[in-house]
């Protein structure tokens, strides 16, 4: 098995694993009996592989993230909004509650 | 799973109201692309309280820049390299600052995302390459996450980066074989 043409064969395997490139006849024969040279393709489809597994693995953005880029802007963040408007809504309420049962228990006459 | 021309339509309808000034459109991005932006920044930077970082800045980045926003490309791929290019100022300026080896980086990152349920052979290898990844320069592993990981070609990185797309080619082809090299040197 010649030396050179396995230094040349790794030099283009990177390119043939993860860009497709094709080899010359000479390259795609030395890669078939050569079984250092095959182990050097192997390891790349494996990088190739487990490369591309990272991008499946879903990582969640911490719950604090959408918060902290409305309110390092000083925007309104619309949680906040809702917020306010059922405190108000709840406020309202109270009041008016409170209001009825006064008169309920005003004396009549 | 949605359909991505209906999710890319409702991105420009949101697009249009925020750069008109509608904070909730832009809030409502910001949640649907969050998740997104916070993986690719962890992919990046391989530690995810620095991911979580560049997520935020990107995101902040990107509301100021959206005036500028012509829509050539998706929101999603402008956002995205937004978060490239914070990604690698941040991982710079942190391997100059930090005490904290690469080594102690890419442990952290282990120890966050495998769970004992996923040992085995494909996991092993995950781990290994992450550590290898770790160990890149941050040039190429920029370039290795973007074009292996997230499936972008060379011209977009190449645009994104700044770079020719034969510079781009040529610093991969590196970047594969120095990997390569630090896979084996973590068997």
Not at chain 1, 30 to 42: F, I, M, R, S, T
Not at chain 2, 35 to 59: F, M, S
Not at chain 2, 70 to 84: C, E, H, K, M, N
């Amino acid at each position: 098995m010649s030396r050179l043409r396995c230094r040349k064969v790794r030099l283009v395997l990177p390119a043939h694993v993860f860009g497709g490139r094709s080899l010359s006849r000479r390259d795609e024969a030395h890669l078939g009996q050569c079984l250092v040279c095959q182990a050097d393709a192997a390891t790349y489809r494996s990088m190739q592989t487990a490369l591309r597994s990272l991008h499946d693995e879903g990582a969640d953005a911490p719950p604090w993230l959408v918060e902290k880029v409305m309110a390092t802007l000083g925007l309104p963040e619309r949680r906040q909004r809702k917020g306010a408007l059922v405190a108000a809504a709840v406020l309202v309420a109270s009041a008016a509650v409170a209001v009825w049962g006064r008169r309920r228990l005003r004396p009549v006459g | 799973m949605a359909d991505p021309q209906v999710e890319q339509n409702e991105d420009r309808r949101l697009v249009a109201a925020a750069r008109s000034g509608d904070t909730a459109a832009f809030e409502e991005l910001v949640r649907s692309h969050q998740h997104e932006v916070y993986g690719l920044a962890i992919r990046l930077t391989g530690n995810r309280e620095l991911a979580a970082d560049v997520a935020q800045e990107a995101l902040v980045r990107a509301w100021k820049a959206l005036p500028n926003f012509r829509g050539d490309s998706a929101f999603s791929t402008w956002l995205y390299r937004i978060t490239v290019n914070v990604a690698w100022t941040r991982k710079r300026q942190a391997a100059r600052r930090s005490a904290r080896s690469l080594d102690e980086i890419g442990d952290i990152v282990e120890a966050d995302s495998i769970g004992p349920e996923q040992a085995g052979e494909a996991a092993d290898l995950r781990g290994r390459i992450r550590r290898a990844l770790d160990q890149l320069p941050a040039g190429q592993r920029t370039l290795v996450v973007l074009k292996d990981v997230e499936g972008w070609t060379h011209g977009e990185i190449a645009d994104t980066l700044g770079i020719s797309v034969s510079a781009a080619k040529v610093r991969l082809h590196r970047a594969h074989m120095k990997l390569r090299t630090l896979l084996k040197e973590h068997r």
